[in-house]
């Protein structure tokens, strides 16, 4: 029997939270650690557009916590958590890019 893993299952967010870096010269490191995080899927990370703070997704709020932890204890990265105002995201995909609008 041939068995094929196909990865794990990502979910739409439906919690958000806007990362807030207490020191700005460790910038680097919190990139490199919501990076890290985001491929291991502890949390989904999302970059505004227009610059700004990062935007993370989570299922539920201990996702939060085990981050912010993790970003303290690993990257040396003390961040607040702020309430955001996204209430959703959803994964739209279409045959041509003229479906799309």
Known sequence: ANL???????FA??????????????????????????EEGAIQVFKPDAGG????GAVGQLQFEVVQHRLKTEYDCDVRLEGSQYTG???ITADTPAELR
Do not use: Y
Request: no cysteine; charged share 10%; net charge positive.
């Open 89 to 91: 995201a959803r994964w």
């Open 53 to 56: 703070n990062m935007l993370l």
């Open 13 to 38: 967010p439906e919690m958000f939270m806007t990362v807030v870096l207490k020191n700005p010269l460790r910038t680097k490191q919190l990139q490199q650690g919501l990076a890290q995080l985001g």
């Open 4 to 10: 094929q893993f196909t990865g794990l299952p990502f």
